[in-house]
């Protein structure tokens, strides 16, 4: 289930993110495109949508079970999502000549 939207959704279509630490060494909410870290982690839709609601509601902190979270930065996962967006460019389809195929 997706904390921002609280829509169910298949796990491979969902962001697992995880408590951990920024690059500052900060207690912070990290992607987890993968899902092999340990520890309890949360899923939402990987969209700026989804994430905003999901740092509106303030549901991070609750998913992860963090007390006192008020000090807890979702940035890493708002980057990670930046770059997603930025690197998966539509590509156009290649015109292939099949005739010369083996």
Same mark, same amino acid.
């Given at each position: 289930?997706?904390?921002?939207?609280?829509?169910r959704?298949? #796990?491979r279509?969902?962001?697992? =993110?995880i408590?951990g630490?920024d +690059?500052? &060494?900060?207690?912070? =909410?990290? /992607?987890? /495109?993968?899902? @092999? !870290?340990? &520890?309890r982690?949360?899923?939402?839709?990987p @969209?700026?949508?989804? *994430?905003e609601? %999901?740092?509106?509601r303030? %549901?991070f &902190?609750?998913?992860?079970?963090?007390a006192?979270?008020g000090?807890l930065?979702? %940035?890493? =996962?708002?980057? *990670?999502? +930046?770059?997603? @967006?930025? @690197?998966c460019? /539509?590509? #156009?389809?290649t015109?292939?000549?099949?005739?010369? !195929?083996s």
């Amino acid at each position: 289930m997706c904390i921002g939207c609280r829509e169910r959704a298949a #796990k491979r279509e969902l962001l697992r =993110v995880i408590a951990g630490s920024d +690059a500052d &060494g900060h207690p912070a =909410v990290v /992607p987890d /495109p993968n899902g @092999t !870290s340990f &520890g309890r982690g949360a899923h939402v839709h990987p @969209t700026a949508e989804c *994430y905003e609601l %999901a740092v509106r509601r303030k %549901a991070f &902190g609750r998913a992860l079970r963090l007390a006192g979270s008020g000090g807890l930065s979702s %940035a890493p =996962v708002a980057e *990670y999502l +930046a770059s997603r @967006t930025n @690197t998966c460019s /539509p590509q #156009k389809p290649t015109d292939r000549n099949w005739s010369s !195929s083996s």
